[in-house]
């Protein structure tokens, strides 16, 4: 009997989507205003999903308040009022895009979840446009 427990979460962060090895003329066709060289920001919106079975002990899959942690130290403290593209080690040379920023955060909560978890983390770039990922 397999149950999921999700947590949201929220982080602000300035970015900036562009190849350094493009043009200028070539990242504005493709990223628009998102190639903006000043950077801008989003209200990015987190949800973390961990699957697994239920604790009989403790009636469990995964204690909350560990997952809230986890999620503050990995992410929230890491992107939180940052600059992605300046101040995340893991976008120095990977786009900050939402898909990219997702397989980050997933790889992140990853490595310090109980590895019998199933993982699954939907970012919100803004209200209506949101990325998942689940580890394929
Ligand atoms: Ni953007």
């Known amino acids: ?17 562009y190849r350094p090895d ?5 990242n504005d066709a493709i990223f628009g205003k998102c190639n ?5 920001g989003h209200n990015y919106d987190l949800t973390v999903s961990v699957t697994g079975e239920i ?21 929230e403290d890491a ?11 893991e976008f120095k040379n990977l786009n900050p ?3 990219n920023i997702v397989v980050v955060i997933f790889n992140k909560l990853k490595a310090v979840l109980e590895p019998n978890l199933e993982l699954s983390v939907t970012l919100y770039e803004t209200p209506r446009n949101f990325v998942t ?3 394929d």
Do not use: Q
């Not at 009997?1 to 989507?17: C, D, G, Y």
């Not at 903006?36 to 801008?40: M, R």
């Open 55 to 75: 604790d009989p002990e403790t009636g469990y899959v995964v204690d909350v308040k560990i997952l809230k942690d986890f999620i503050k130290s990995e992410i």
């Open 1 to 17: 009997m397999k149950v999921t427990v999700s947590r949201k979460a929220h982080f602000n962060s300035a970015h900036r989507l």
């Open 97 to 99: 895009t939402a898909e």
């Open 133 to 135: 990922y689940s580890g």
């Open 79 to 89: 992107f939180d009022h940052k600059n992605l593209n300046v101040d995340v080690p």
């Open 36 to 40: 903006n060289p000043n950077f801008h």
């Open 22 to 26: 493009w043009s200028f003329e070539k």
